[in-house]
């Protein structure tokens, strides 16, 4: 089979390999990937950004969407033609997130999605719903999941979103996007920041309700405060990092919460934080790392409910998967980036 894998880092040394198919075991599924779609993380992966102690050679990818083809013994929870994701983590399956639960991310701690077949426990994937295609179903394991966690749970206990309430965005990248469409569903009010006036047009189709362009005001946690009649968002999905975090200090309402995922800006700033805003407003700051399996099942009725289709930017063939991560590291992308492996 093919696969594509890095034995050293840097995305010139992302290359195409031939690999033995999996051999099915007790308890596992033979997955043939259709579609594979890609986060910030597999580029930083890929660059030796994430972690520069990563085991080589390693196949790459956490998203990826296929058709069950073969199980082991013992297998019951899925069988042979089931449209199925692997989870972001394969051994988070429900409750609060522990150090043993967060081993075995795909794509990182294990080889990932970036092939033509892949061997997952049977508990490491759940059926994506109906309506959607295989190139749209890649794109919920990772992104979608982290929108879902960062709105309806928040940390540990769940602090769910409330309609009332006003959520800001970041960006229209895989996660804002996904946000923005489940802030929606529960009748939010969303605000969210561009660079790009046509990005942001796009948005407002999809119910954004004001939005910002950065570059025209760099101090945009004041145009969050103006739109807030003052009261700034009270949930702030942070996907930007080092660079953008005391501004989304500064964004967020009394008792608001900070939803912190990315670190699109970078993980550390040369510039000094200021933390009193957390003090003064008793802010929440909360990491938000995926989700597990139980929430990505939760999200997926949700998502057949409301027949939602994630956005997908552009789709590269199995061949082009390098094309696809520089588009990824270009930032031009509004929504997700896909990668087809297989013909659906």
């Known amino acids: 089979m093919r696969v594509f894998q890095m034995t050293q880092f840097g995305l010139e040394h992302l290359k195409s390999a031939e690999q033995p198919e999996p051999v099915v075991t007790p308890g596992m599924v033979l997955i043939r990937v259709h579609a594979v779609s890609l986060n910030y993380r597999d580029l930083l992966v890929v660059k030796g950004q994430y972690n520069p102690k990563m ?43 522990t150090a043993e639960k967060s081993k075995a991310a795909l794509g990182g701690d ?23 295609s295989y190139e749209e179903a890649a794109t919920l394991p990772c992104a979608g999941v982290t929108a879902w966690n960062a709105l309806h749970y928040g940390g540990n206990p769940a602090r769910p979103l409330h309609p009332d309430e006003t959520v800001l965005i970041q960006g229209t990248g895989g996660v804002s996007i996904f946000a ?75 008792e608001g919460m900070v939803a912190q995922i990315g670190v699109l800006s970078g993980a550390t700033s040369p510039e000094p934080l200021a933390l009193t805003p957390i003090l003064h407003k008793q802010l929440r700051v ?59």
Request: aromatic letters at 8%; glycine letters at 12%; one cysteine or more.
């Open 180 to 254: 923005l469409q489940f802030a929606k569903l529960l009748g939010a009010r969303v605000i969210g920041t561009s660079s790009s006036e046509e990005k942001l047009a796009r948005a407002y189709s999809m119910g954004l309700n004001t939005g910002c362009n950065y570059r025209e005001r760099p101090e945009w946690s004041r145009w969050v405060t103006e739109v807030t009649d003052g009261l700034g968002a009270d949930r702030i999905i942070e996907v930007g990092g080092a660079g953008t975090f005391g501004q989304s200090l500064r964004a967020a309402r009394v």
């Open 110 to 132: 294990v080889d990932g999605m970036l092939a033509e077949y892949v061997l997952l426990s049977e508990d490491g994937v759940v059926r994506f719903p109906e309506h959607l």
């Open 55 to 97: 085991q080589l050679p390693r196949i790459p990818c956490s998203d990826g969407a296929g058709e069950v083809v073969a199980v082991g013994d013992g297998v019951g929870q899925v069988k042979v033609g089931d449209r199925v994701c692997g989870i972001f983590m394969q051994r988070w399956l429900d409750g609060p997130l």
């Open 286 to 344: 909360q990491g938000i790392y995926v989700g597990s399996r139980a929430m990505f099942e939760q999200m997926n009725v949700a998502i057949a409910e409301a027949q939602l289709h994630p956005v997908v930017d552009k789709a590269f063939a199995f061949e082009q998967a390098r094309d696809a991560f520089s588009h990824m590291q270009s930032a031009a992308h509004f929504g997700k980036i896909v990668i087809r492996v297989a013909a659906a």
